[in-house]
């Protein structure tokens, strides 16, 4: 279906939309297949892996904090993605929005820093994949697994949206189960209940390990604020739901339950198993060379339970890719329906697979090979910081369309009363979100080792801008007039 079908300000034709035809994407997905795809596109490494550098950074109640900051930031973005996604229920939504909310050069802009989010995303993804496989193969090179899972997740992609739907449920499913088990068993080893642990051992208690030779915020509260990009990055992926809408069935419906569902979730989970984290590892002792779930359950003394938890967080990885590699290929696929980007990249295969989009974001994922030749632990940070800077970027745009639909739609003579979803605490919730990010922005200018984002991610923004400029400058798009 081509967005551009799709009338402004029209939920009612947001809940009714009829199938696309035969050659179009496909509305294949239900609202269980939204929350396990946005469970799946967050639930990576942001959380399994770069967990530990931020209670590292930010000490244990920092990270918390900063987990806390995101999953309120979390909360607010996706109340307003919630009434953009049920008006404009189109595959790669982002740029749509901020196209007709705010301006054609602003969701291009949009589209390409989403594209680059899960691009730069896959190859932390693969990267964190075979700095975790080094556990069993030491003497295997870490490219050649980011070779082998990129293999995978391709594969996985190139069959309809229905399977890849039911194949990213249950790889959730894993990890959703994985990181219970850290909060319930990691959280009993705290209150004392840790039986297996050896004998001699000793393990913290409750939230001694918050209190610090240093004092509650080690590095200061700095060390809080560099972190939030970090936290933010984590979240990163909760708003796939807005990606997938228009292969979903019945959005009106769906979209707001599977929005509900997501953001509940994730605040149980990242904050239960931050907190289980920071109280249970010292945050002089947590980095990047083991994730910190797999330290957990070693410390709880669960017999061989480490190397299970690194298959499952293996498989979660994976997980993550695979929805990113999904979301790459929809965004191309969208910009080419609204003649942004090169026509190839409309091409669907017999199942309604945009196969020439998904090759191409595939070779984002080629930035994996790089950072596993050179240097896996330092520029996988740096790929964690320009994918944090890429995802904000996209939750800022997200925000400021909702606050010019809103008044566009209300200058128009709309009646929120016909609305299926509205954003609450208008306009409260997006100029809190606006401020939020755009705060995060200015805090990694303070760490070195994060400061890599702004000087790739603002250039790169300027560039799209100003490509647009002269491309498309004289002329209106048509996602613009549509």
């Given at each position: 279906?081509?967005?551009?079908?799709?009338?402004?300000?029209?939920?009612?034709?947001?809940?009714?939309?009829?199938?696309?035809?035969?050659?179009?994407?496909?509305?294949?997905?239900?609202?269980?297949?939204?929350?396990?795809?946005?469970?799946?596109?967050?639930?990576?490494?942001?959380?399994?892996?770069?967990?530990?550098?931020?209670?590292?950074?930010?000490?244990?109640?920092?990270?918390?904090?900063?987990?806390?900051?995101?999953?309120?930031?979390?909360?607010?973005?996706?109340?307003?993605?919630?009434?953009?996604?049920?008006?404009?229920?189109?595959?790669?939504?982002?740029?749509?929005?901020?196209?007709?909310?705010?301006?054609?050069?602003?969701?291009?802009?949009?589209?390409?820093?989403?594209?680059?989010?899960?691009?730069?995303?896959?190859?932390?993804?693969?990267?964190?994949?075979?700095?975790?496989?080094?556990?069993?193969?030491?003497?295997?090179?870490?490219?050649?697994?980011?070779?082998?899972?990129?293999?995978?997740?391709?594969?996985?992609?190139?069959?309809?949206?229905?399977?890849?739907?039911?194949?990213?449920?249950?790889?959730?499913?894993?990890?959703?189960?994985?990181?219970?088990?850290?909060?319930?068993?990691?959280?009993?080893?705290?209150?004392?209940?840790?039986?297996?642990?050896?004998?001699?051992?000793?393990?913290?208690?409750?939230?001694?390990?918050?209190?610090?030779?240093?004092?509650?915020?080690?590095?200061?509260?700095?060390?809080?604020?560099?972190?939030?990009?970090?936290?933010?990055?984590?979240?990163?992926?909760?708003?796939?739901?807005?990606?997938?809408?228009?292969?979903?069935?019945?959005?009106?419906?769906?979209?707001?339950?599977?929005?509900?569902?997501?953001?509940?979730r994730l605040l149980v989970f990242f904050v239960g198993a931050i907190t289980v984290i920071a109280a249970t590892i010292p945050y002089d002792k947590v980095g990047l060379d083991e994730s910190p779930f797999v330290t957990v359950f070693s410390s709880v003394g669960i017999p061989y339970a480490a190397d299970v938890m690194n298959f499952v967080i293996i498989t979660a990885l994976l997980s993550a890719g695979n929805s990113g590699l999904y979301s790459c290929a929809r965004m191309l696929f969208s910009l080419a329906e609204e003649k942004q980007a090169p026509q190839a990249l409309r091409r669907l295969s017999r199942r309604g697979i945009p196969l020439t989009a998904l090759s191409l974001s595939m070779l984002g994922g080629l930035a994996s090979l790089v950072s596993s030749v050179t240097a896996p632990e330092t520029v996988y940070l740096v790929l964690v910081s320009i994918a944090g800077f890429a995802a904000v970027g996209v939750w800022m745009s997200i925000a400021a369309s909702q606050?010019?639909?809103?008044?566009?739609?209300?200058?128009?003579?709309?009646?929120?009363?016909?609305?299926?979803?509205?954003?609450?605490?208008?306009?409260?919730?997006?100029?809190?979100?606006?401020?939020?990010?755009?705060?995060?922005?200015?805090?990694?200018?303070?760490?070195?080792?994060?400061?890599?984002?702004?000087?790739?991610?603002?250039?790169?923004?300027?560039?799209?801008?100003?490509?647009?400029?002269?491309?498309?400058?004289?002329?209106?798009?048509?996602?613009?007039?549509?």
């Amino acid at each position: 279906m081509s967005v551009s079908a799709v009338p402004e300000n029209s939920s009612a034709a947001a809940g009714s939309a009829s199938p696309p035809p035969v050659d179009g994407l496909r509305r294949t997905m239900r609202s269980r297949h939204l929350v396990m795809i946005a469970m799946g596109g967050v639930i990576g490494s942001g959380l399994f892996l770069s967990s530990g550098f931020t209670v590292s950074q930010a000490g244990p109640l920092g990270a918390v904090l900063a987990y806390l900051v995101g999953a309120f930031v979390v909360w607010l973005v996706m109340a307003c993605l919630g009434e953009l996604a049920v008006v404009y229920p189109v595959s790669g939504a982002f740029h749509i929005y901020a196209s007709r909310s705010i301006g054609p050069a602003t969701g291009f802009t949009t589209a390409w820093l989403y594209w680059l989010t899960w691009a730069v995303a896959l190859g932390s993804e693969f990267t964190a994949c075979g700095l975790l496989m080094q556990r069993w193969f030491p003497s295997v090179g870490v490219w050649v697994w980011c070779v082998v899972f990129a293999a995978v997740v391709f594969a996985v992609n190139a069959f309809s949206a229905r399977v890849f739907g039911e194949t990213e449920y249950w790889f959730s499913l894993v990890k959703v189960v994985a990181v219970v088990a850290l909060i319930v068993l990691g959280g009993a080893a705290l209150f004392g209940f840790h039986p297996m642990a050896s004998a001699g051992g000793s393990h913290p208690f409750l939230l001694e390990n918050f209190h610090t030779p240093d004092g509650l915020f080690p590095n200061g509260f700095s060390g809080v604020l560099v972190t939030v990009l970090a936290a933010f990055y984590a979240f990163s992926g909760s708003e796939l739901i807005g990606v997938a809408a228009g292969e979903t069935e019945d959005p009106a419906t769906a979209v707001p339950k599977a929005l509900r569902v997501t953001v509940v979730r994730l605040l149980v989970f990242f904050v239960g198993a931050i907190t289980v984290i920071a109280a249970t590892i010292p945050y002089d002792k947590v980095g990047l060379d083991e994730s910190p779930f797999v330290t957990v359950f070693s410390s709880v003394g669960i017999p061989y339970a480490a190397d299970v938890m690194n298959f499952v967080i293996i498989t979660a990885l994976l997980s993550a890719g695979n929805s990113g590699l999904y979301s790459c290929a929809r965004m191309l696929f969208s910009l080419a329906e609204e003649k942004q980007a090169p026509q190839a990249l409309r091409r669907l295969s017999r199942r309604g697979i945009p196969l020439t989009a998904l090759s191409l974001s595939m070779l984002g994922g080629l930035a994996s090979l790089v950072s596993s030749v050179t240097a896996p632990e330092t520029v996988y940070l740096v790929l964690v910081s320009i994918a944090g800077f890429a995802a904000v970027g996209v939750w800022m745009s997200i925000a400021a369309s909702q606050l010019m639909h809103r008044r566009t739609f209300l200058r128009g003579g709309g009646d929120l009363r016909t609305l299926a979803y509205r954003t609450p605490f208008h306009p409260v919730v997006p100029l809190l979100a606006l401020t939020l990010c755009l705060a995060s922005l200015i805090g990694i200018a303070l760490d070195p080792a994060q400061a890599t984002a702004l000087y790739f991610g603002v250039p790169f923004v300027a560039g799209c801008y100003l490509y647009h400029w002269l491309r498309f400058g004289r002329h209106r798009t048509s996602g613009a007039t549509a």
